[in-house]
């Protein structure tokens, strides 16, 4: 009866505290402006579905793809294991499902062996980190904290792993034993093999499994609870963030309705303006940006697929894709922070330009797209670059020189290079 | 072959004063007017144009930058001043069908014009060709073989990623009965040539690497005899590697325009 009341104390505090940071993140998100993703919504849920749902961006690289997938597949079936746990803490019951019989041995020994699929593509996913050390893993924003944060996610999952095949295996060593409470139920495919390195007195395996059974359920709260401030967000957000997606052609850049207003203006003096968002042009700190920025930044679990075919970056400029949705979030996470402790309207001095991405990193993007081609979940650095840029040169005026000549070219010549407009037609007389 | 033209590009003044309409615009973009090599593509274009007998027109020097650098380098003001002033002209010309010689073009009237009052339907050069290839207007006849030449074809990035097109100019490689080898990064993995984004107008970050030779290094690993491109930004930077890394006498670069007109002798 205390194991129950302690359980659904602790279920409920996870809960409670879970939300309560989701509702701060949800509040983060909405200091952006607004964007309307709401149009073609049958092709966005297709969107999601393949993106999200069937991973198929991962396919461009196969191993790492084919790992993940065991991991996710492993991760989201287990978790019905979760709600039989949730039942038994609750009631106090012990394996509640095991009354469908065939259908329940089944069920444990396919979560068996897709349990041992995670643990196995956790471990090499850690070698390819920290032994092989591949090169998408590191760079200048791959800091002591989020090379940690991956470890620990990837550690978190292998130990919940470990607990239910150990538990299993005490468990099924109880049901010979012939314990009470323990019903003989289940398939043990790979926990079979775990049974010799128990002890055999009945105590002992009480304990394992009553252990394990506590530290799994209470690892999957405690992950739930991590999940806001890891990367490993991108489990719940890759879902939204596919379906919001960016469905225009590529090579489109937004126009900016403000400036719309302020040209035809100029142009028809006679000219009604359309509503348009006040602010300023571009992008100086995060709550310049669009929310879908904003969720793109949570979204992000720094994989570095962006950053490693970014030609910038590939050629050694400053520019990392990646570290651009990083610097975002955390600038938007302290801003949220600001908030918090002293309202709306402070003004810590920062900004999202300058005091986390510098003009050289902004400067060396080519627009390419090939960072939003690559990223898996359909996160867009180059929105966020190209905000930047527009508040740098239309509200600082303050770009490189020699684009500021090109800029004054277009303007007075209609070209981008100093040749007379009346020269334009000359290619068709000269050889 | 001369590289001189035989005949007058018409603009679209003259036809509206003779009382004719075209069929298609053709805008030749900044590049593929003053860039002395992109005008070599630009004349290509209006020899294929000319050949197979569409009613096309230029607009001469009422055209203007689209603003397409501009916008890139985040002016959004003097993006949509050119693309206000240059719609104001399409419309009154009663344009329904455009051809660019530039991805960045084709890319901006296509997506970015739209919003702004300008609706056409915009194709890439290339996307003609094809189009004229598969309608059996253009053929691989009459001209220099490229039998057995090894071509490699570099994607524009605003014509490939920006826009899904990549079909259409290796059709156009396909009907010369060449070796078409690709590029490691290639289609939607391809890597850009470094001009994208307002970069062909300054000079490049600091780094280790310029991304042109990045690419050219790639291209060349193919061993190729052509390598082919479909904007004059890209042409610039990839001849300008091709001749860094010494290889000029042996490597052309060429764009898919020039390429079909060398192989039907036009």
Known sequence: ?431 | MSEQLNFEVPTMAELIAKGEESEILFWVGCAGSYDERAQKTTRDICKILHHVGIKYAVLGTEESCTGDPAKRAGNEFLFQMQAMTNIEVLNAYNIKKIVTGCPHCFNTIKNEYPGLGGSYEVIHHTQLIQQLIDEGKLKAEGGESFKGKKITYHDPCYLGRGNGVYEAPRKALEVLDAQLVEMKRCKSNGLCCGAGGAQMFKEPEKGIKDINIERIEEALETQPNIIAAGCPFCMTMISDGVKLKDQDQNVQVLDIAEITVRANGL
Not at chain 1, 267 to 288: C, I, Q, W
Request: aromatic share 12%; hydrophobic share 45%; glycine share 6%.
């Open chain 1, 1 to 431: 009866m205390i194991a129950q009341i302690i359980f659904i104390a602790i279920t409920l505090a996870a809960i409670a505290l879970f939300s309560y940071n989701i509702k701060k993140v949800i509040r983060n998100i909405q200091l952006g402006k607004s964007a309307d993703r709401s149009d073609q919504p049958q092709k966005r849920l297709m969107t999601m579905l393949k993106v999200a749902f069937g991973q198929t961006k991962m396919f461009f690289r196969p191993i790492p793809a084919f790992l993940h997938l065991i991991v996710y597949a492993g991760f989201v079936i287990i978790n019905i294991e979760v709600l039989e746990i949730l039942i038994d803490g609750i009631f106090g019951s012990h394996r509640i499902f095991s009354g469908l019989g065939f259908i329940y041995d089944f069920l444990i020994g396919s979560f068996e062996i897709l349990a041992f699929g995670v643990w196995l593509g956790c471990a090499i996913f850690l070698i390819r980190r920290n032994v092989i050390k591949l090169k998408r893993f590191s760079g200048v924003e791959m800091t002591k904290w989020p090379r940690s944060d991956a470890n620990y996610i990837l550690i978190s999952e292998i130990l919940l792993m470990t607990a239910f095949l150990l538990m299993n295996a005490a468990d099924a060593k109880l049901q010979a034993l012939g314990a009470h409470h323990y019903t003989n139920a289940g398939a043990f495919p790979i926990s079979q093999y775990l049974q010799n390195l128990l002890p055999n007195s009945e105590g002992a395996l009480v304990a394992i499994e009553r252990g394990c059974w506590w530290f799994h359920i209470i690892g999957i709260l405690a992950f739930l609870n991590y999940l806001p401030y890891s990367k490993h967000f991108h489990i719940l957000f890759a879902f939204p963030n596919t379906y919001f997606s960016n469905l225009e052609p590529k090579g489109e850049f937004t126009n900016m309705k403000s400036v719309t207003n302020e040209v035809k203006a100029m142009l028809d003096p006679s000219f009604t303006p359309e509503e348009a968002e006040p602010g300023r042009f571009g992008a100086k700190d995060v709550n310049d940006l669009t929310w879908v920025n904003l969720m793109n930044a949570y979204t992000c679990t720094e994989c570095g697929r962006c950053t490693s075919v970014c030609p910038a970056n590939i050629t050694g400029k400053l520019l990392s894709p990646r570290k651009i949705m990083m610097d975002t979030r955390d600038r938007m996470e302290e801003v949220g922070k600001n908030i918090d402790k002293t309202g709306n309207g402070f003004d810590d001095g920062k900004s999202l330009i300058d005091s986390y991405i510098s003009r050289e990193e902004i400067w060396a993007c080519t627009s390419c797209n090939a960072c939003t081609e690559a990223c898996p979940i359909n996160i867009d650095p180059l929105a966020i670059i190209t905000e930047l840029r527009r508040y740098a040169v239309m509200e600082e005026s303050q770009s490189p020189a020699s684009i500021n000549t090109m800029l004054g070219n277009i303007e007075n010549n209609g070209a981008p290079w100093k040749y007379s407009p009346a020269d334009r037609f000359n290619w068709a007389k000269e050889s």
